[in-house]
């Protein structure tokens, strides 16, 4: 065995060429150590064919600069793909333990410290004003833990790719995040809804009428609301003209509720021709978040928790159950692929029911046909 412990360290003892090896890894990480041991092997078989030894492994914060420039150079168009990034690294290069460490050193165990240590930290506090007091910080989400953890695993994938690593360790993700795909029910609906206020109670609804993302509904202004129908439709339609993909740029049809919400709302503000449908004393002039009223109106209507982007996976899975195959749901959701409309149709054991009647039936008329045909006796 040419791997032995001393201590708490991993050391190395190897014999090649009549040449004796011995000494330490400098981790106590068995396969920290088994990564060590492997370099050396090559670096002494490249010393005796006469090929040069390998450039060092950069330190972890000095390829973290050129992973950030990397991101940003890729993603340029993308701007919120590019501060993902930038955020997850920051909270990365945060950590200490990490300041002198090598790429090559950041293995499960340097991992699992992190997010040890991320699972301690407290969210930062922000001042209240008026009567309203200041929350005390809670814990990070799991969700905010795996996002980190995430920009980690692509900046080593990323330096694997480059050559620059020969393995990279399995990063995997904490359990316990707050899906989006979660469904409501309609009593669910019913009573979050009636523990709304305004203008909560119309983004909710419109996001369950139309399948509309939070931001694209808070984005939205009345030059783009159009309450005639168009061609054979009932009702009118929204055109949301920004996004990340020209999918996402489309026109979306209203029900019945939906345009009597908007209706009432652009009533209200005096049928303005232009301008926000959902205004608000923001940096931006409009509506930007609802994270306070939707948490008071889930303490109030005694609902599971859910995330208000669940409203649209419940409107597209209604949809799928209501009939709509997963290339209408890729027009209304505006994706990019069919593959991720499909994730939104979740069939119910009442759909898969009715879907083994409708196989029978089908069975039965087909063997009824066989009946019918005259049977020749040889």
Known sequence: MSLYKRGKKWWVNIWRNGRHIQQSTGTSNRRAAEQ??????????????????????????????????????????????????????????EFAPWQTLRLDEIQESQIADYIAARKLARKKTTAKSGKRKKRAAGPLQVSTINREIEVLRRMLRLAHEWKILMTVPKISRLPGERQRDRILNHLEERSYLAATNTPLREVATLILETGMRPEEVFRMEWQNVHFQPAENARYGYVHNPFGKTKYARRNIPLTQRAQAVLAMRHAEQGAPAAGWVFPAATKSGRLESLKTQHARALKESKVAPFVLYSARHTMLTRLGEAGADAFAIQKVAGHSSILISQRYVHPTPERIESAFTALQVYNDRKVGELEEIPTRIQ
């Open 36 to 93: 060590f041991e492997s370099k050396l092997e090559v670096d002494l078989a490249l010393g005796r064919a006469g090929i040069s030894k390998p450039k060092p492994v950069p330190a972890f914060i000095v390829f973290a600069e050129r992973f950030k420039k990397e991101m940003g150079e890729l993603h340029a168009a993308k701007p919120k793909t590019v501060s993902y990034y930038q955020n997850g690294l920051k909270r990365l290069l």
